[in-house]
């Protein structure tokens, strides 16, 4: 493994986007959402994508050019179609315009159609956190997880996403998937040579799947499928993350007139690769409609700091609280770089040699 520095690896994207027809400016948009992936330590959304994004383009599937069409703008809502152009760029406009709305109305909320992966939540939540508001935001992903009792593949990962401002060094963000894990996890997993955890996934017969490489296909195939928060049994919470799954999909589709499940494949009639129609959803809130900001961000620190001095259970050195571990995690990767595994190295390699270039030497 080696350490890339930040600002190497931002230029380095900006230049790959632009290089596929990405403008720059959506380029610089799109490589800021990658590498706030990487600082906060979720490799899975970082550099590491990089190479979906650059192969979806290439198939035709991601329009580098971004097109947004306004379907409804009434008061505190609006409704996109972002007519598959860059998810990371929809994503950053509909975050501000939803707190621009609430700067006048409160509340702003956009729910859009047909885009693209926009990388991780928590870069749109914290955009409202640093403006002094809440920030939530949803989204659905291609098929993979099963509801409680089944086998078959039909929701996506669906993260829930909030975002509140802190007298803190961070804001609380909480950013985490409906399901045990993040499929792009399981695309780390591989990218490492790593087996998947024997809890994560099943086959058809609700058996375990940790063969990593043969998931990620069978996942594409429909032949396996992930698991909800909980698991396989209502005992152990199943039913709640499947859900709160629900809740996202619907979130994700049915105000905005989108795609949802199967609608959400990748493929079309012909089993030929197809744009995948994400949806999501976007809601600032405004804050001193409601209170002080101080007043509130008093609480939520005393929240948060209540929960980090509570009782550990033994063993156990600190508790944390959401954003906490992504600060630190920023910190070490601002000072060490950014980890690029062998695989990652090669991808790396394969898009500049493509393309012609030689900006990162490995």
């Keep these: 493994m080696t350490h890339l520095p930040v600002a190497q690896m931002h230029d380095f994207m900006v230049q790959i986007f632009t290089n596929i027809g990405v403008p720059e400016t959506d380029a610089k948009i799109c490589a800021d959402v990658l590498i706030a992936s990487d600082l906060r330590g979720i490799e899975s959304h970082g550099i590491g994508r990089?190479?979906?994004?650059?192969?979806?383009?290439?198939?035709?599937?991601?329009?580098?050019?971004?097109?947004?069409?306004?379907?409804?703008?009434?008061?505190?809502?609006?409704?996109?179609?972002?007519?598959?152009?860059?998810?990371?760029?929809?994503?950053?406009?509909?975050?501000?315009?939803?707190?621009?709305?609430?700067?006048l109305y409160g509340l702003g909320s956009v729910a859009v159609r047909n885009s693209t992966h926009y990388g991780i939540c928590g870069y749109y939540a914290d955009m409202a956190a640093r403006q002094d508001m809440i920030g939530l935001t949803f989204?659905?992903?291609?098929?993979?997880?099963?509801?409680?009792?089944?086998v078959q593949p039909l929701l996506g990962t669906n993260p829930i996403c909030f975002g509140a401002p802190t007298n803190?060094?961070?804001?609380?963000?909480?950013?985490?998937?409906?399901?045990?894990?993040?499929?792009?996890?399981?695309?780390?997993?591989?990218?490492?040579?790593?087996?998947?955890?024997?809890?994560?996934?099943?086959?058809?017969?609700?058996?375990?799947?940790?063969?990593?490489?043969?998931?990620?296909?069978?996942?594409?195939?429909?032949?396996?499928?992930?698991?909800?928060?909980?698991?396989?049994?209502?005992?152990?919470?199943?039913?709640?993350g499947y859900g709160l799954s629900a809740m996202v999909e619907i979130l994700s589709a049915a105000l905005q007139n989108g795609s949802y499940l199967n609608g959400l494949w990748g493929r079309d009639a012909e089993g030929k690769a197809a744009p995948y129609c994400l949806g999501h959803f976007f809601l600032a809130i405004n804050i001193d409609f409601f209170t002080e900001i101080e007043d509130f961000k008093a609480i939520v620190t005393d929240i948060c700091v209540q929960l980090q001095n509570s009782k550990r259970l033994p063993g156990r050195d600190r508790i944390w609280v959401a954003g906490e571990k992504e600060y630190e995690k920023e910190l070490e990767v601002r000072k060490n770089g950014i980890p690029i595994i062998a695989n990652l190295a090669k991808n790396i390699r394969d898009m500049q040699e493509e393309l012609g270039i030689n900006i990162i030497h490995l």
């Design 168 to 240: 803190l060094p961070y804001p609380f963000i909480y950013d985490a998937a409906t399901s045990i894990s993040q499929r792009g996890k399981i695309e780390q997993y591989a990218r490492e040579e790593k087996p998947t955890p024997p809890y994560w996934a099943i086959n058809l017969q609700g058996e375990a799947q940790t063969d990593t490489k043969k998931l990620l296909d069978d996942l594409i195939e429909q032949t396996a499928c992930m698991l909800p928060l909980g698991g396989t049994e209502e005992v152990t919470g199943s039913h709640k």
């Design 50 to 103: 990089l190479k979906m994004y650059y192969d979806r383009i290439k198939q035709g599937i991601q329009k580098p050019v971004t097109h947004i069409d306004v379907i409804r703008n009434k008061y505190a809502t609006a409704v996109w179609d972002g007519n598959h152009g860059m998810g990371h760029v929809i994503g950053h406009k509909a975050m501000q315009t939803a707190i621009d709305k609430a700067k």
């Design 139 to 150: 989204t659905n992903a291609r098929p993979s997880i099963c509801p409680t009792n089944g």
